[in-house]
């Protein structure tokens, strides 16, 4: 009896999001609050904006649903999207539903994680935002993306 394979494919649905040309982190975090909606209080997710040589946004993709208090991002899913659709940069967005944009551990190490593994498929990683319904923290403004 031979075991079957899944054949994955990849498909890009166009959605009612303009392109936009990506100068600074105020740039970005308008962007990004387009990607969410009432839920920003309730529960963390992520998105990653993929931005091409001119840093206009390409795309964008959900790359992880969390809870109250904390979401999961691999790195294999940012790279993939990246990869798939050719992008040069990358910008990582993840809500805190509290209100606080400060960076936990967790956020500081999985900045470095996504940073390094992009960086061997030679994609940036521009930025990583923490935002809330009013307010954003901005790796890259404070100096934490190399």
């Known amino acids: ?13 166009k959605q009612d999001f303009s392109i936009a040309k990506i100068k600074n982190s105020q740039d970005s975090y308008n962007y990004a609050k387009q990607l969410y909606s009432d839920d920003i209080n309730i529960y963390e997710s992520g998105f ?10 390409m795309g964008y993709a959900k790359v992880s649903q969390g809870g109250l208090s904390s979401t999961i991002i691999d790195v294999r899913l940012v790279a993939k999207y990246a990869i798939d659709v050719l992008a040069t ?9 509290s209100g606080s ?14 940073e390094q593994g992009l960086k061997l498929l030679n994609i940036k990683l521009l930025d990583h935002l923490i935002i809330s319904e009013d307010k954003y923290y901005s790796f890259g403004d404070e100096g934490a993306i190399y």
């Open 1 to 13: 009896m031979k075991k079957k394979a899944v054949e994955y494919t990849i498909h890009a649905k």
């Open 48 to 57: 990653i904006m993929l931005l091409n040589q001119a840093s206009n946004i």
């Open 89 to 97: 940069s990358v910008i990582l967005v993840h809500n805190h539903p």
């Open 101 to 114: 944009v400060l960076p936990s551990s967790y956020d500081n190490e999985l900045t470095r994680r996504i």
